[in-house]
């Protein structure tokens, strides 16, 4: 299947930095990009979709001055935390979808923890 | 608002059982619906389903989809404690939106 790499895997950053998290397709152009957001025990919750050169949609709820999305190329999309919290301590992932009506792949997901 | 309600929210089964796995759905402009197996850290893809009563089948697990009854199951026949993971359905929807249910926790005991 295709390959999704996200970087970092794991990091700790202080309260009021901000963190860039990239997620890359290795082998395949990414149209749409999807970032989620994992709490233990729970499902994963879509905060946005990105499509290559346009601004990314964000869910209900989601602040975009605060999770800021970039997705400069086919196979590149970033998302920067803004400012971070201690309680945006959470799992990030990011998926990556070739085209409409295809699955869409993974990274590895990034595990932030503010303190 | 687009909804996947997955059932049992977690299973113990012993090694050689079968199990299934239930997940209903309420989306507006419904695209798809995938199964994910996810295990310590990104789920993987299982399945994808689009046209109702079509079984997919991969080695012991098999998928199909109802759209009448708007709802999928998931089975794992001959249970391996390999198979512990957490089972995500999701729902594509508009723009190509995916929802995900709260999954099943599956867990084989030797």
């Known amino acids: 299947g295709a390959v999704v790499s996200q970087h970092p895997s794991r990091v700790i950053c202080k309260s009021g930095t901000s963190v860039k998290i990239e997620c890359r397709s290795l082998d395949f152009q990414a149209t749409t990009m999807f970032w989620y957001r994992q709490f233990p025990k729970q499902s994963l919750m879509l905060m946005a979709t990105?499509?290559?050169?346009?601004?990314?949609?964000?869910e209900q709820g989601v602040e975009k001055d605060k999770f800021l999305i970039n997705h400069a190329s086919l196979t590149l999309s970033t998302l920067t935390v803004t400012s971070a919290h201690p309680e945006d301590s959470s799992f990030y992932i990011c998926?990556?979808?070739?085209?409409?009506?295809?699955?869409?792949?993974f990274g590895q997901g990034t595990r932030l923890t503010v303190v | 608002e687009d909804k996947v309600v997955q059932s049992p929210l977690s299973l113990v089964v012993h090694e050689g059982d079968t199990v299934t796995l239930n997940c209903s759905y309420e989306?507006?402009?419904?695209?798809?619906l995938l199964w994910y197996k996810q295990e310590k850290k990104a789920p993987t893809f299982l399945f994808m389903l689009?046209?109702?009563?079509i079984e997919k089948k991969s080695g012991r697990l098999s998928s199909i989809l109802d759209k009448k009854e708007l709802s999928s199951i998931l089975n794992i026949t001959a249970t391996q404690t390999g198979d512990s993971a957490i089972y995500l359905c999701?729902?594509?929807?508009?723009?190509?939106?995916?929802?995900f249910g709260d999954g099943t926790t599956l867990t084989v005991k030797p």
């Open positions: 989306v507006t402009n419904f695209r798809s």
């Open positions: 990105s499509n290559e050169g346009s601004k990314a949609t964000y």
């Open positions: 998926s990556a979808q070739q085209g409409a009506r295809t699955e869409a792949f």
């Open positions: 999701a729902v594509e929807g508009y723009a190509g939106k995916s929802t």
């Open positions: 689009t046209s109702s009563g």
